[in-house]
T-cell receptor, first 114, second 114 residues
Framework: NAGVTQTPKFRVLKTGQSMTLLCAQD?????MYWYRQDPGMGLRLIHY???????AKGEVPDGYNVSRLKKQNFLLGLESAAPSQTSVYFC?????????????FGPGTRLLVL | AQSVTQPDIHITVSEGASLELRCNYS??????LFWYVQSPGQGLQLLLK??????LVQGIKGFEAEFKRSQSSFNLRKPSVHWSDAAEYFC????????????FGTGTRLQVTL
C-alpha cells in the first residue's frame, strides 16, 4: 500500500515549457486535490476532483489544467510555465466527505521555472 | 470565507520542554479542524483532527489540541518535546461543513535545541 505517490520529485523548466505532474493513489479514494506550497503562504488549493471524470477549480487555478481520467490518477498540467509557478506541489486524496475523512498527502514535487 | 491564522512563524524550544503552537480560525459554522506536520522534504502527515464532541483531541506522537469555540482557537500542545519533533506545523480548517476543501494556515516552524 503506497498511499499517494507523485512523479516527478523534482523538475527544472524554462519559461514557456510545458509539463505534467502525475499523482497516483491506491486507496480507492473519490476525492483528489492539487495544492501548491510557497514560503510564508501555507498550502493553497489549485484544483480538485470529486470523482473520475470530474474536476473543479480551487483557490489559485490560473495557469494550470487538470484531468481525472482514471479514479486513481490526477494529473496537473502546466501548458506554458512561468517563473511564478516555481513552487512545491502536493497532491492529496480523501474519501467522500462524511465529516470524518482525512486528506492524505503525497511527498511533493519541487518545480523550478527559470 | 474561512481563514486560519498561525501567529508564530518560528518557535524554538529546548528538548524536554513543553510546546504550544497557536492556531486561530475564522468560520461561520462548526469548523472541522486539523493539525498536520511536515518534516523537511516530506509531505504532510495528519497529527490530529476535530469534528465534534470532546474539545480535547489526542493525536499521534504525543500531541493534543484543544478546541475553544469562544476564542476561535485550536492550539496544539505537547508536554515534552523531542528533537525529532523539529518540523513545520500547519493548522487547517475544513470548508463548507466538510473536510474536503481545506484552508491552511501559513505554518509554524519548530526548532528544537538540545
Amino acid at each position: 500500500n503506497a498511499g499517494v505517490t507523485q512523479t516527478p520529485k523534482f523538475r527544472v523548466l524554462k519559461t514557456g515549457q510545458s509539463m505534467t505532474l502525475l499523482c497516483a493513489q491506491d486507496m480507492n479514494h473519490e476525492y483528489m486535490y492539487w495544492y501548491r506550497q510557497d514560503p510564508g503562504m501555507g498550502l493553497r488549493l489549485i484544483h480538485y476532483s470529486v470523482g473520475e471524470g470530474t474536476t473543479a477549480k480551487g483557490e489559485v487555478p490560473d495557469g494550470y489544467n487538470v484531468s481525472r481520467l482514471k479514479k486513481q490518477n490526477f494529473l496537473l498540467g502546466l501548458e506554458s510555465a512561468a517563473p511564478s509557478q516555481t513552487s512545491v506541489y502536493f497532491c492529496a486524496s480523501s474519501t467522500q466527505p462524511t465529516g470524518l475523512e482525512t486528506q492524505y498527502f503525497g511527498p511533493g514535487t519541487r518545480l523550478l521555472v527559470l | 470565507a474561512q481563514s486560519v491564522t498561525q501567529p508564530d512563524i518560528h518557535i524554538t524550544v529546548s528538548e524536554g520542554a513543553s510546546l504550544e503552537l497557536r492556531c486561530n480560525y475564522s468560520y461561520g459554522a462548526t469548523p472541522y479542524l486539523f493539525w498536520y506536520v511536515q518534516s523537511p522534504g516530506q509531505g504532510l502527515q495528519l497529527l490530529l483532527k476535530y469534528f465534534s464532541g470532546d474539545t480535547l483531541v489526542q493525536g499521534i506522537k504525543g500531541f493534543e489540541a484543544e478546541f475553544k469555540r469562544s476564542q476561535s482557537s485550536f492550539n496544539l500542545r505537547k508536554p515534552s518535546v523531542h528533537w525529532s519533533d523539529a518540523a513545520e506545523y500547519f493548522c487547517a480548517v475544513g470548508a463548507g461543513g466538510t473536510a474536503s476543501k481545506l484552508t491552511f494556515g501559513t505554518g509554524t516552524r519548530l526548532q528544537v535545541t538540545l
